[in-house]
C-alpha cells in the first residue's frame, strides 16, 4: 500500500522560497503513476498545484506556473515542491498525492515574517 | 483545463436522508472521477474512483454514477460520520482537477 508523508519547514518568510518534500513508500516511483501537490488555504477548498511523471515530465496549474517548480529524485522515493516568491496567499495545508488513491497526511505551511 | 462544478454548495440534511451531490465537467473527463469526503483538518478520504467504483472499505451506502461530463455521487441513508465537506475531481487530463467542495451539514 502506498503511503506518502510531507516534510519542510512549517514557517516561510514573504518573498523566500517554499521548499517542500514528499516520500513516498510502499511503491516505488519508477514504476508509474503521476505524483503531485494540492494545498488548501484555511477554510477554502482543494487547489492542485502541479504533477510530475517518474520520467519527470511535469504538469503545473496555470495560475502558478510561472512560481512553482516540482522535481523527482526516483533514487530516494522522493519528489519535491519549490515555490517562489510566496505571499500570506500561499498559507496554507500542502498535501502530496498520487490521485486517486493516495493522499499524504499534509503539512500546514505559513507565511510570515 | 477542465472545470468541475458541484452542487449543491452546502447541503442540511438530517441522519437517514438520501443524499444526492451532483458534480459536472466543463469538457468530457470519461470515467475518470473521483469522489472525495473530508473532515476537518484530515487529508481527503476516497471513496468512489472511476465514477461509480467503491473504494476498499467504503461501506455500501455511497454510490456513484455518470460518464462524460455529469456525475453524482448519492448517500443512501446518510449517517453521522457522514456529515463533512464532500469533493469530486477528474484525473481524465493529467491537469488535475477539483470541484469547489459541497459542505453536508447537519438539520
Known amino acids: 500500500q502506498v503511503q506518502l508523508q510531507e516534510s519542510g519547514p512549517g514557517l516561510v518568510k514573504p518573498s523566500e522560497t517554499l521548499s517542500l518534500m514528499c516520500t513516498v513508500s510502499?511503491?516505488?516511483?519508477?514504476?508509474?503513476?503521476?505524483w503531485g501537490w494540492i494545498r488548501q488555504s484555511p477554510g477554502k477548498g482543494l487547489e492542485w498545484i502541479g504533477s510530475?511523471?517518474?520520467?519527470?515530465?511535469?504538469y503545473y496549474n496555470s495560475s502558478l506556473k510561472s512560481r512553482i517548480t516540482i522535481s523527482v529524485d526516483t533514487s530516494k522515493n522522493q519528489f519535491s515542491l519549490n515555490l517562489t516568491s510566496v505571499t500570506a496567499a500561499d498559507t496554507a495545508m500542502y498535501y502530496c498525492?498520487?490521485?486517486?488513491?493516495?493522499w499524504g497526511q499534509g503539512i500546514t505551511v505559513t507565511v510570515s515574517s | 483545463d477542465i472545470q468541475m462544478t458541484q452542487s449543491p454548495s452546502t447541503l442540511s440534511a438530517s441522519v437517514g436522508d438520501r443524499v444526492t451531490i451532483t458534480c459536472r465537467a466543463s469538457?468530457?473527463?470519461?470515467?475518470?472521477l473521483a469522489w472525495y469526503r473530508q473532515k476537518p483538518g484530515k487529508a481527503p478520504n476516497l471513496l468512489i474512483y472511476?465514477?461509480?467504483t467503491l473504494d476498499i472499505g467504503v461501506p455500501s451506502r455511497f454510490s456513484g454514477s455518470g460518464s462524460g461530463t455529469e456525475f453524482t455521487l448519492t448517500i443512501s441513508s446518510l449517517q453521522p460520520d457522514d456529515f463533512a465537506t464532500y469533493y469530486c475531481?477528474?484525473?481524465?487530463?493529467?491537469?488535475?482537477?477539483f470541484g469547489q467542495g459541497t459542505k453536508v451539514e447537519i438539520k
Open positions: 498525492a498520487t490521485l486517486p488513491f493516495a
Open positions: 510502499g511503491y516505488s516511483i519508477s514504476s508509474g503513476y503521476h
Open positions: 510530475i511523471y517518474h520520467s519527470g515530465t511535469t
Open positions: 469538457q468530457s473527463v470519461g470515467d475518470w
Open positions: 472511476k465514477a461509480s
Open positions: 475531481q477528474q484525473y481524465n487530463s493529467y491537469f488535475w482537477t
